[in-house]
């Protein structure tokens, strides 16, 4: 079942065909740099809904935005809201690593971990992928400010 995890899993393959993959796919990786980054900023200049918390980041970063997630006090609700309005949002590791089966032989529960608790009960990941036109983002950044919570 995604997002819960009975075993510790490792993978240490790169096989053949991945590898073409990813020797032809970098020649495009500064790009998709680029545009995840200009993507981030204008979620972050534009997105002024004070429902939803944006994540820091130091001023001597520059931030890729592999993935672009944000907090709210209910990610189920927004989730909804936005899939409502066309636009896909998840959960995103909505399990902390510490309360996987995989990891119970460390004796962690719920509490001993406040704020990975806390991320994995209210981040939602916006979608923001290189592709994305300008006008997909718009959508986004103008969802995100309507959003009126519960």
């Not at 989730?79 to 962690?108: F, T, W």
Request: aromatic share 10%; with cysteine.
């Amino acid at each position: 079942m995604r997002y819960y995890h009975d075993v510790i899993g490792y993978n240490y393959r790169l096989e053949g065909l991945q590898g073409a993959v990813l020797s032809v796919s970098l020649k495009y990786l500064p790009d998709w740099t680029k545009r995840r980054q200009e993507i981030g900023e204008r979620y972050i200049r534009e997105i002024t809904n004070p429902l939803i918390t944006m994540q820091a980041h130091p001023q001597n970063t520059s931030p890729v935005y592999h993935l672009f997630v944000v907090t709210v006090n209910s990610l189920d609700h927004l989730i909804s809201y936005m899939n409502d309005r066309g636009m896909e949002c998840n959960k995103h590791y909505p399990v902390p690593c510490h309360l996987q089966k995989a990891y119970q032989d460390l004796g962690y529960k719920r509490g001993d971990c406040p704020n990975a608790e806390y991320l994995a009960d209210h981040c939602v990941t916006l979608p923001l992928f290189p592709e994305m036109t300008d006008e997909e983002v718009k959508m986004v950044i103008d969802a995100c400010n309507h959003y009126e919570g519960i």
